[in-house]
């Protein structure tokens, strides 16, 4: 028979401390425990590791196999003889089930069961005019998204009586494993695979959902839409998203504004922009114009003289604060506008014009 060398299986030196081999077993324990590791060798590794501990961190087993250079007649899984009173280093046992149950402690603890399921969040991009996002609005959209099973109300089963207990852990959920250590037996609790960690057991299935509870389906939902919202403004529609599972609340919708650009104005925070041209005749002699705003027209006063880009404020046109402080306004920019084309007699005006006008040098360059 090949005899087994403990140091090497555990991967520490002949003078390893009680710590030593404490450190190592946990690493191979969480590496290679059947519950954790699914590879055809892995419980055979793991029993080695198991062997090799139960030796190694006993003094008197530990000090027979290195006198004799075997196991054999020390009893490797015989755990009579193992201090489990601290004896190892003083082990840390929620360490040990941590690793191997990620975080269900067979020494009284219990992991969460498997229940109701909160349903995915859910986001939507929705296009809007500039009007829209400035006076608000109200718009309906069709929503993809998997909603409660009309059939079996999100039971999953074609019928309610169909629900049994689950046979495989009695309704509990849970399932329990005993593995045996070189710190004795651990006890450890896994949801039930029958039922998913539910503790029930579906006889037959809805046929509508296939047992899932859930359909997917467009959502018909009315969004309101509040005044001054901007490009990329979010808006959160509480309990309009997903469906959860086994009576999990609803997931939320989120609203992703995109506002469409406008032919006409922009908006510049929470004002209003607009150009608008005005004659030779307006800007010189002075005129009462007429210029758009997001809801109709307004009269603007143009005074004589008045240059090309001038800008020209209407109070209170523009946009109304998202959180209701006050409006923006809307801002006027007049460019006059040149004529491509004349007539001679138009030639004719405006070289006489030009001649009666007061000459003024102009330096271009110093």
């Known amino acids: 028979m090949t005899k087994k060398d403990y140091y090497e299986i555990l991967g520490v030196s002949k003078d390893a401390t009680k710590e030593d081999i404490r450190k190592a077993y946990k690493k191979l324990a969480k590496k290679y425990h059947p519950d954790v590791n699914k590879s055809p060798d892995a419980e055979q590794k793991f029993k080695e590791i198991n062997e090799a501990a139960s030796v190694l961190a006993d003094e008197r087993k530990r000090e027979q196999y290195d006198r004799f250079g075997s196991a054999e007649g020390i009893g490797g899984f015989d755990f009579r003889g193992f201090d489990f009173g601290g004896g190892f280093g003083g082990i840390n046992f929620d360490e040990i089930f941590e690793m191997f149950t990620g975080g269900f402690n067979p020494f009284g603890r219990r992991s969460r069961r498997q229940g109701p399921v909160r349903g ?91 047992g899932e509870g859930r359909v997917t389906k467009n959502n018909k939902i009315k969004v309101e839409i509040p005044a001054g919202v901007h490009n990329g403004t979010r808006l959160r529609l509480a309990g309009k998203g997903e469906a959860g599972l086994k009576g999990g609340r609803h997931g939320d919708l989120y609203i992703i504004i995109r506002v469409k650009e406008h032919p006409v104005f922009e908006r510049r925070n929470n004002d209003i922009h607009v150009s608008v041209p005005v004659s030779f005749a307006q800007a010189a002699l002075g005129s009462e114009i007429e210029v758009p705003t997001l809801k109709s027209k307004a009269k603007l006063k143009i005074p004589a003289g008045t240059q090309t880009n001038t800008l020209f404020k209407l109070k209170g046109k523009g946009v109304p604060n998202l959180r209701g402080y006050g409006t923006g306004d809307q801002l006027v920019r007049v460019v006059v506008e040149v004529p491509k084309k004349l007539s001679a007699k138009q030639k004719k005006l405006l070289k006489e014009f030009d001649s009666s006008l007061e000459k003024k040098k102009f330096k271009l360059f110093k």
Do not use: H, M, Q
Request: aromatic share 8%; hydrophobic share 30%; charged share 30%.
């Open 120 to 210: 995915d969040d859910l986001v939507y991009e929705l296009e809007v005019s500039l009007e829209d996002a400035v006076f608000g609005s109200e718009k309906e959209i069709l929503v993809p998204a998997l909603v409660l099973c009309e059939k079996c109300k999100g039971t999953g089963a074609e019928d309610p009586d169909d629900i049994e207990a689950c046979k495989d852990c009695d309704g509990s959920g849970y399932v329990k494993r005993s593995t045996r250590t070189p710190f004795g037996i651990f006890a450890t609790t896994s949801s039930c695979r029958t039922c998913g960690g539910t503790g029930k057991y579906i006889k037959n299935l809805c046929d509508f959902c296939d």
